[in-house]
Structure formats: C-alpha cells, structure tokens
C-alpha cells in the first residue's frame, strides 16, 4: 500500500564522470576568482601569477575536500590522481589569465531564472531571481561562468568553461543547435546588465580541450542565428 522499499546503498565513487568533473572544476575556477577580488588581486597579471596559483592550489585542496566527504570515493589512490590531474590542468588555465588584456573579470556563476535553492549555491552575488527576457518573447534561465568587463567598462565579454574536447570548427556559431551558450547567454547578459556584449566564448580548459578557446562575436548575424 505504502510502496515502502529498503533504501538503495550508495556506491563508493570509482572514478570521476565528467559530469562531476565538470562540477568541481567550476566550482574551483568561480572560488578562486572570488578569492581574488576579496584581495583585490584581479586581473592576473604576469607578476601577480606566482600569488594567484598559491591561491588556486590552497581552493583545489579545499573544494576537493569537500568533494570527497560528499562521494566517499572506495579507492583513495584514484581519488588523489583524479584531483591531480585537475588540479594541474587548472594550473595551466591559470597561467593563461594574464593574456586576456584589458579584459577585467566581473562576475563569476551569474545566474538568472534560477530556483532559490540552486541560485544560493556559489552564484554571484548580482545573480538575479526572475528569467530574463529576450527579444521580448524568450524567457532565458541560467548561469554564466564568467563575465568580463572591458576596463574603460563600456563593453562586456561572457565566457562559458567547458571541460571537454573542443569539437568546433573556425565558423561554429551554434552548432546544429547543440553550442547555445555563447551568443543566448550573451544575450541574456546585455538584457540583464544593460551593457553591450561583445562576443562570447567557450574555453577550453583541461588537456583533453587543448587549454583552447573559441570566440564568437555578437553581431546582428549571430543574433539573428541565435
């Protein structure tokens, strides 16, 4: 009557999905760039490296922490060579930051559309509560890894980390449909944030992605596409 069944047993954790991959990478690269505006340390630059990897390595350590209480993986070894594994691919994202010129992070997991319970966890303190709306029909939900903002802060640039392969080719623009993040997520942001966007961008961040980015301009083509 009551379909009362034994609980299932969790399984120990073998191996890391890329799903769960994907998880603790972003929640170490958006930690890290908190940490870095709390200490006034943004942008990187050439001479402000060496601090900033202290400070990478130091958040890789306690994500990872809290990570592995949650997953309780059955193997410690594999556990410490998956993390190791993200944390020097992480090192290399790093060490690209200082080429992004006059480009100054912003925001990092804004969020817009989302529930409450989803939105509290690791957004952006600007994140907003309702969907934006675009093209005054479409109403958008949710969360963008990093916003740049151009220094003289008359232009913004949105950045979606991947963490897998990089299947584009030089004139991917949405990709049959199944690459929607750079230009809809562009224009989600200019809508929420009242600036002009740019271009989006999907970064490839691990070995497997070639620590390569494809960028995309936000022009009346891309947005008729979108």
């Given at each position: 009557?009551?379909?009362?069944?034994?609980?299932?047993?969790?399984?120990?954790?073998?191996?890391?999905?890329?799903?769960?991959?994907?998880?603790?990478?972003?929640?170490?690269?958006?930690?890290?760039?908190?940490?870095?505006?709390?200490?006034?340390?943004?942008?990187?630059?050439?001479?402000t490296?060496?601090?900033?990897?202290?400070?990478?390595?130091?958040?890789?350590?306690?994500?990872?922490?809290?990570?592995?209480?949650?997953?309780?993986?059955?193997?410690?070894?594999?556990?410490?060579?998956?993390?190791?594994?993200?944390?020097k691919?992480?090192?290399?994202?790093?060490?690209?930051?200082p080429?992004?010129?006059?480009?100054?992070?912003?925001?990092?997991?804004?969020?817009?559309?989302?529930?409450?319970?989803?939105?509290?966890?690791?957004?952006?303190?600007?994140?907003?509560?309702?969907?934006?709306?675009?093209?005054?029909?479409?109403?958008l939900?949710?969360?963008?890894?990093?916003?740049?903002?151009?220094?003289?802060?008359?232009?913004?640039?949105?950045?979606?980390?991947?963490?897998?392969?990089?299947?584009?080719?030089w004139?991917?623009?949405?990709?049959?449909?199944?690459?929607?993040?750079?230009?809809?997520?562009?224009?989600?942001?200019?809508?929420?944030?009242?600036?002009?966007?740019?271009?989006?961008?999907?970064?490839?961040?691990?070995?497997?992605?070639?620590?390569?980015?494809?960028?995309?301009?936000?022009?009346?083509?891309?947005?008729?596409?979108?």
């Open positions: 009557i009551y379909r009362l069944e034994p609980a299932e047993e969790p399984e120990p954790l073998q191996k890391l999905d890329p799903l769960t991959r994907g998880a603790l990478f972003h929640e170490v690269q958006a930690e890290f760039f908190r940490a870095l505006k709390s200490a006034g340390n943004l942008p990187v630059t050439e001479g490296l060496p601090s900033a990897l202290k400070t990478l390595d130091a958040i890789v350590s306690t994500v990872a922490g809290k990570w592995k209480e949650q997953l309780a993986p059955a193997i410690e070894r594999v556990w410490n060579d998956e993390i190791a594994d993200i944390a691919d992480l090192r290399v994202w790093a060490r690209r930051l080429d992004a010129g006059d480009w100054l992070p912003a925001y990092f997991e804004f969020s817009f559309g989302l529930p409450a319970d989803l939105a509290n966890e690791g957004r952006d303190p600007a994140s907003l509560p309702d969907p934006v709306v675009v093209d005054g029909r479409f109403r939900r949710g969360s963008v890894d990093l916003i740049e903002r151009k220094v003289d802060g008359s232009l913004l640039r949105v950045t979606d980390h991947k963490t897998g392969k990089n299947r584009t080719t004139k991917t623009v949405l990709g049959g449909g199944g690459i929607l993040q750079p230009v809809l997520y562009s224009l989600a942001v200019e809508q929420a944030l009242s600036t002009p966007v740019t271009s989006g961008r999907l970064f490839y961040c691990p070995a497997a992605g070639g620590f390569t980015d494809h960028e995309i301009p936000i022009n009346e083509t891309t947005r008729g596409a979108g």
